[in-house]
């Protein structure tokens, strides 16, 4: 069975969108299976006809292109659940535009079992181990945190005997030891698939409800779903407790601003989100940066929160996604840009 090895670097995949405007002239996939390349006319936004082209290649550790939800969990999920499982803190985090697939790769569609998404395949994974590893005792968390604008929201503060945020509200802390938590996030011990797939729903729930009540948008937050892992040996008599923390990321949509007029709430969240996708960038470039021993987690909440689950001794994968519609050229050229930065650590 495949384990991954904790590494520090960050594995960085595309997943591209199937659409039915499919830019095939513009994007080509490369049978390695790790290559695109974006080819776009010169002087074509200057309205000038010829026919000389700027290519750009972005090589990767994959590339997902027509390929189904159950290979993605394979080979995007699959190594960082089991690493969660033997002590390893790992992150899966989904990176694009807003509508290139982004909670599809994650969540999954719920019309059909097949495409589900790494979230539910994750848990699914965790509960089967669980399991079938009876020489050990594991005990199982969730707990679901998103980033709005640099406040932090608890999607399962709704859950029933949930004791709320205590006085001082939510914040990140440092613990002991290089770890953090965040403090008045409630955590949700979870026997089953089924139950933890429950609050899965109810947290998106939340998501919905709480951008309506403020007249948001849900794709302007970063949303964190973390399983905590406790686990001991059943058969040594001094074993000692392992914990480790799988987080599963949907991250904000990347895109710029229009030229649109856009008001001054939408401004704002674009300003926020800009500001934690850069420092996320920043983060992950230091932490590959073997020379540099001080790393800017704490410029953003993102970066904060998944300070002890990046880089290091963690598993870190990144989906880059992509639209791949010949109108969106310019945001997948800047996705597929952000993407090869983290790969070329
Ligand atoms: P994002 O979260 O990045 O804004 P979504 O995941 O909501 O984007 O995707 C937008 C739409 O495209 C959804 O209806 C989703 O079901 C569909 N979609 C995205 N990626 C795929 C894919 N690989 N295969 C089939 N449908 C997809
Ligand atoms: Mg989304």
New binding site residues.
């Given amino acids: 069975m495949m384990i991954a090895h904790p590494g520090s670097e960050v594995r960085v995949l595309i997943?591209?969108?199937?659409t039915a405007n499919f830019a095939q002239e513009l994007i080509e996939y490369l049978p390695d299976g790790q290559t695109v390349s974006v080819h776009q006319r010169k002087d074509s936004r200057k309205g000038v006809v010829n026919n000389q082209l700027s290519s750009w290649s972005f090589r990767l550790d994959g590339v997902l292109h027509d390929v189904s939800q159950e290979e993605v969990y394979g080979r995007v999920g699959r190594g960082v659940v089991l690493g969660a499982l033997e002590g390893y803190n790992g992150t899966v985090m989904?990176f694009?535009?807003?509508?290139?697939?982004?909670?599809?790769?994650m969540t999954g569609?719920t019309e059909s079992y097949k495409?589900r998404g790494i979230i539910p395949r994750a848990l699914q994974e965790v509960f089967r181990e669980v399991e079938q590893r009876s020489d050990h005792a594991f005990s199982v968390h969730l707990s679901f945190l998103e980033i709005y604008n640099e406040t932090l929201v608890d999607l399962l503060a709704s859950v029933r005997g949930c004791p709320g945020v205590g006085p001082g509200g939510m914040a990140v802390v440092e613990e002991a030891g290089g770890g953090v938590s965040v403090r008045g996030l409630s955590l949700h011990p979870v026997h089953s698939e089924e139950a933890a797939l429950n609050l899965l729903f109810e947290g998106e729930m939340n998501r919905i409800i709480g951008a309506h009540a403020l007249n948001k948008h849900s794709?302007r937050s970063h949303c964190i779903l973390t399983v905590h892992i406790e686990s001991r040996s059943r058969t040594l008599s001094d074993a000692k407790y392992v914990t480790s923390k799988l987080n599963l990321v949907?991250l904000a949509?990347s895109e710029r601003l229009g030229k649109t007029g856009s008001g001054g709430q939408v401004l704002k969240e674009a300003m926020y989100i800009n500001k934690s996708l850069s420092f996320l960038e920043q983060a992950i470039l230091a932490l590959a940066d073997r020379r540099r021993d001080h790393i800017p987690f704490r410029q953003t909440k993102l970066t904060h929160a998944l300070k002890d689950s990046l880089g290091g001794n963690c598993n870190t994968v990144l989906v880059a996604?992509i639209y791949g519609e010949a109108s969106q050229i310019e945001e997948t050229l800047s996705t597929l840009r952000f993407a090869s930065r983290m790969k070329c650590v």
């Fill in positions: 997943r591209s969108r199937p989904c694009g535009q807003t509508g290139a697939g982004k909670t599809y790769t569609a495409q794709s949907d949509g996604n």
